[in-house]
């Protein structure tokens, strides 16, 4: 065991037995302060805090005048302090009184000091306060000196985050890292929740800060490292963390922090100065944190992120935590806050505690966001920094509308949302209420309304909604949360299943949707430039007809008998379709051959959602059986806007005259051909945009099951002639009329819900 007899090993088992002193918070800070000025053989220490109006006020010191103590205040970025909170950066100078920033506050009796040294005192990467030590002579401070700086404020950040310092802390002045904070992220998911903050990946609490034995906390350190190489090693081998494209960047970037002498070095470097290994982790983690929380560009970003990441992983090595979060228990009013996650880990919390997930990351289309609007789980995505700013069990407020979160909200904001939530479980009710009546318009108008679903689990809504069957239901949902490709016996289970539970409502099958933004992590292929546009889908089906045939046949073999419909997505051209369907016909008397019963009825029908296909619908629909319109995709393309984007998939209304016109273009072709056609689209959902859908002439709206009872409220207030001649008057003509404002004016006078 190495033992020293001065320097900073010193100093931390001085604080630590000061901490287990019975004295108050203010002579504890007092001590704390003599103690490190005493260390660093410094004539002052002072240690300032920052509270919630940005104000750094100096809570102890030992060197200054002692008047000045609550009294002195600095704004941030004033003065050296104020530089040091806001950059998050220590700073040393050799003359202090001759920087250009130096603020003179003549109640300290500062001037006389030259040489200075201050650090951050950091928390979850942020700023909580400032520590300094200055000397009567010019010095500078050394690298040596800064490190065991930033080791005491570590303890101190400790320190200040327990209750005894709320008694020093006046009204009003908390500190800042608890203040309420809003985030304005993207609604992936509509609804509103509020509850308590479970953080996906729990961040490891750190309680011992002092090493007794530096040499056996070196020896954990870099036990602890090894260890999570190898696992991240076994992570690439077994791809048991989704080897797509996105995760394996991950992958590789936790691969070369792991391996980055710099990081370890600051680490080893940390436990030299007497820090316990997770302490001197979380120091290091910290520093990361602040630099990510003050990073504008996003790849560095990103890369900070999954340095932060990995030290959660190390933290939960050294201290034997494991991973295992899913099998906490959850409060029953859960909100998960997390970076980003894949569909099969929203799976595995339990559904019936958990209200809502916030992301940091994520996208409307990302297949966590699908798999939160079939379950109904309300979703915000985009909430920057997020994870940093909350703790396990904060009050969170998730409004999916709006794509906003409150963290630790005020009263005020609280009672807004209560009376919000209190509002739509009326009109949840009201619309329960609507469940047996059939979806006809006042003018005798008769709309058939359908579920969009994926997981079997969700098709119990059918019951809740009183939907007359499911319109579209994702069969990719299920590849994209299986660690590896479902075997035929796995999908035969699955679409009997989802047949049992529609029982006489008709199921629409839609093939398999893979590739693009539907990323399916055991089916590999290259990297493309453009992925929404390349080998994905029908596309990738015709290309590999194992995959396809497998597919048709467990389709076939549930249906056993039974009536079957079968969705043929991203079809972009005539020939394609044929082809599919030549495939499934085949499949139909290879079935026949070995003994199943072929289905009672089989439909095969085409997804118009690519526009080229818009001029050739006359070739297409005499081989159809049905049609339906995939609008998030066709307007993707008819407008050139990625639908996963954020800054551009809202730029274009997707009711605006081209796409109506559009939309009613294949209607009409439908109607002549006499062929059905469905709108699955999430267009179908919303009131304003089904009622621009019923106006062309759509009588099928198939929908995410919590849309149903609005769009019913709505058919069954709407007089829908006017509405029609209006729209299609507009559509007509060559003036601009806006479609929505126009819809919107006409819902006004029928007092319909916007
Ligand atoms: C669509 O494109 O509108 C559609 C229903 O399919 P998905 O959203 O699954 O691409
Ligand atoms: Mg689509």
């Known amino acids: 065991m190495t033992t020293k007899t001065s320097g900073p090993r010193v100093l931390l088992r001085q604080l630590r037995e000061t901490m287990a002193e019975q004295l108050g ?37 030992h060197g200054l005048k002692p008047e000045a103590v609550h009294m002195t205040t600095l704004r941030l970025g004033e003065g050296l302090v104020g530089i040091i909170a806001v950059s998050a950066e220590p700073l040393a100078l050799q003359d202090a009184p001759a920087h250009p920033a130096f603020a003179y506050k003549p109640e300290t009796g500062e001037e006389r000091f030259h040489g200075f040294l201050g650090v951050p005192v950091l928390k979850a990467g942020q700023t909580l306060g400032v520590l300094v030590v200055q000397s009567t002579t010019k010095r500078t401070y050394g690298d040596d000196e800064t490190e065991a700086m930033l080791t005491t404020a570590t303890i101190l950040a400790e320190m200040l985050s327990t209750t005894e310092f709320d008694t020093l802390i006046k009204p009003g002045s908390d500190i800042d890292l608890r203040r309420p904070r809003t985030f304005e992220g993207n609604g992936f998911s509509e609804g509103i929740a509020l509850g308590q903050v479970v953080l996906h990946d729990p961040r490891v609490v750190v309680r011992n800060f002092v090493a007794d034995d530096t040499d056996a906390e070196k020896a954990r350190l870099e036990s602890s490292i090894e260890r999570m190489r190898m696992s991240i090693d076994d992570m690439f081998s077994h791809g048991d963390m989704q080897v ?15 391996n980055d002498r710099g990081w370890l070095r600051r680490m080893l470097e940390a436990v030299e100065g007497g820090l316990t290994a997770e302490a001197a982790v979380e120091r290091v983690q910290n520093d990361t944190r602040a630099r990510m929380l003050r990073q504008t560009d996003q790849y560095i970003r990103e890369r900070l992120h999954d340095l932060d990441d990995l030290a959660n992983r190390l933290l939960r090595v050294l201290t034997g935590d494991g991973d295992g979060f899913l099998h906490r228990d959850l409060p029953d009013d859960a909100i998960v806050v997390a970076r980003n996650m894949g569909p099969a880990e929203l799976l595995e919390y339990d559904r019936a505690k958990l209200r809502g997930i916030v992301l940091e990351e994520g996208a409307t289309t990302a297949h966590v966001s699908i798999v939160a609007r079939s379950l109904g789980v309300v979703c915000v995505g985009q909430a920057d920094n997020i994870v940093s700013m909350s703790e396990s069990g904060d009050e969170i407020i ?43 318009t006042r003018d005798g108008v008769r709309v058939s309304l359908l579920h969009n679903s994926g997981l079997v689990m969700d098709l119990h809504a059918l019951e809740e909604t009183g939907a007359e069957g499911v319109g579209l239901f994702r069969t990719e949902l299920q590849f994209m949360i299986a660690s590896k490709m479902p075997r035929l016996q796995e999908q035969v289970d699955l679409y009997r299943e989802a047949m049992d539970r529609c029982g006489d409502r ?16 055991y089916l590999r292929s290259a990297p493309e430039e453009n992925p929404a546009m390349g080998w994905r889908s029908l596309r990738l089906a015709l290309d590999r007809p194992g995959l396809l045939r497998t597919q048709v046949r467990a389709l076939l073999q549930a249906a056993n008998g039974r009536p079957l419909k079968i969705l043929v997505p991203m079809v972009t051209e005539t020939q394609e379709f044929l082809s599919c369907k030549h495939v499934v016909l085949r499949e139909v008397e290879r079935l026949a051959r070995s003994g ?15 526009p080229s296909l818009l001029f050739e619908l006359e070739d297409l629909l005499p081989h159809c059986d049905f049609i339906s319109i995939g609008s998030n995709d066709l307007v993707q393309f008819l407008t050139a806007a990625d639908r996963a984007n954020p800054r551009v998939a809202s730029n274009y209304d997707p009711i605006a005259k081209p796409r109506l016109r559009a939309i009613r273009q294949i209607v009409r072709a439908a109607d002549a051909h006499h062929v059905p056609l469905t709108m699955c689209g999430e267009l179908a959902g919303h009131p304003v945009e089904a009622l621009a859908l019923l106006a062309v002439g759509m009588r099928r709206l198939s929908m995410g099951p919590s849309s149903i009872g609005q769009v019913k409220h709505m058919v069954l207030e709407t007089d829908l002639g006017p509405v029609a001649d209006a729209v299609n008057a507009a559509l007509d003509g060559s003036e601009q ?16 819900p916007a």
């Open 398 to 440: 998730v409004d999916g509308a709006e794509g906003v979160v409150h963290l630790r909200p005020t009263p005020d904001v609280e009672q807004i949302y209560v009376e919000k939530v209190r509002l739509s479980a009326k009109r949840q009710e009201q619309y329960a209420a609507l469940r047996d009546k059939p979806a006809v």
């Open 596 to 610: 199943f019963e072929r289905p009672k009825s089989l439909e095969i029908g085409a997804m118009i959602e690519v």
């Open 737 to 752: 009329v806006n479609i929505r404002s126009l819809l919107t004016d006409m819902v006004g006078k029928q007092s319909l």
């Open 506 to 521: 008709p199921i629409v099958f839609r093939l398999l949707d893979i590739g693009g933004d539907k990323v399916v992590p």
């Open 25 to 61: 918070s203010q002579d504890r800070l007092d001590k704390i302060v003599d103690l490190i000025a005493m260390n660093m053989g410094a004539e002052v220490c002072s240690f300032y805090v920052l509270r919630d109006d940005g104000a750094l006020e100096l809570f102890a010191t």
């Open 244 to 258: 797509s494209s996105d995760h394996r960047e991950i992958l590789e970037s936790y691969r070369m922090f792991a």
